[in-house]
């Protein structure tokens, strides 16, 4: 059930969140390019599509931040204090595979291992991200002759949690940042490419895969592409996987050239996303290279994790 506010003084009246908001939107008279100038000048930025996501209903601002910009929202839109924060239900639910009380590292916190991500990962559409369960991950590294890492192909599994999902956002981290452009997406039909955001500084390169059109709550869709580097890269050594919100089911295979393979293979899963955990270094288990020249790695329920497979060159 939604809380309801009466408030004469607001305009709201008796209505539940979304539609508070958009009544005091509407009555303020400004745009939601307005609105957010104005959130943004006071250090709390909000998309207008997010925005507009909220007033319409399919989405509530449940993270942190997004609460704190609502408080400044209130304030822009001269309500009291609390006329809109008081309305908000419960956090909905977000996946059946996530832990038991629901906490995970958002995207900018899981990559930001060096910097803070946040303001420029707000180039990219992020809201969908918590509302969609990952069922399942397929990805493969191919590794050429010259031991160096060509593409990562990945095809994962969705489901929607929420009405109006449209997009996934996948990123790539180089292991060693330096010179020279950055990987590139190539999709599989019917996805589109959206807003693509490359940090050379970080390695790292972000983009927006549309979907060709949004899903229903309950909706899977398939999400096929494949990172490929357009220059040398050094020598690899390692392939890692960043799960930030748990996994139903994570593949990984390393597929290297049959006349250069490496004299051992082993698999890792960390406890938590940091680089360096406080337990000391994570469990490995020894793989064996199959006769196509394959090692893999199964993780199920994994993460906030990170699952990769290193190997040793003869």
């Not at 270094?281 to 199959?290: A, F, I, N, Q, T």
Request: charged share 25%.
């Amino acid at each position: 059930m939604n809380s309801r506010l009466e408030d004469p003084a607001s305009g709201t009246g008796a209505m539940p969140f979304h539609e508070a908001l958009r009544a005091a939107i509407a009555a303020s008279g400004l745009s939601l390019d307005r609105i957010q100038d104005r959130l943004s000048r006071r250090g709390t930025p909000v998309a207008p599509a997010t925005l507009s996501s909220w007033q319409s209903g399919r989405y509530q601002p449940e993270r942190q931040r997004s609460l704190a910009a609502l408080a400044v929202l209130e304030d822009v839109l001269r309500l009291p204090p609390g006329a809109l924060t008081g309305l908000l239900g419960p956090p909905r639910p977000r996946g059946r595979w996530l832990p038991p009380d629901g906490h995970h590292p958002d995207l900018a916190r899981a990559w930001s291992d060096h910097h803070d991500l946040t303001a420029a990962l707000g180039a990219l559409d992020t809201r969908w991200d918590d509302s969609l369960t990952r069922l399942s991950c397929h990805n493969r590294v191919d590794v050429d002759a010259d031991r160096r890492v060509r593409s990562l192909t990945s095809r994962r599994v969705l489901r929607a949690e929420a009405d109006g999902a449209d997009r996934w956002i996948a990123v790539y981290r180089l292991d060693t940042p330096g010179p020279g452009p950055l990987p590139r997406f190539r999709l599989a039909a019917p996805a589109r490419l959206g807003t693509v955001l490359e940090m050379p500084e970080e390695g790292l390169v972000a983009a927006e895969l549309l979907f060709d059109s949004p899903l229903s709550r309950g909706e899977t869709v398939i999400v096929d592409y494949t990172v490929e580097h357009r220059d040398q890269r050094p020598y690899s050594q390692r392939a890692e996987t960043t799960i930030h919100v748990p996994m139903r089911e994570h593949l990984l295979e390393v597929r290297f050239a049959k006349e250069c393979l490496p004299r051992t293979c082993y698999s890792f899963r960390t406890n938590g996303l940091d680089h360096r955990p406080r337990t000391g270094r994570p469990r490995e288990h020894r793989l064996r290279v199959d006769a196509s020249g394959s090692v893999h790695a199964v993780a199920l329920g994994a993460g906030p994790c990170r699952v990769g497979i290193r190997w040793v060159w003869g």
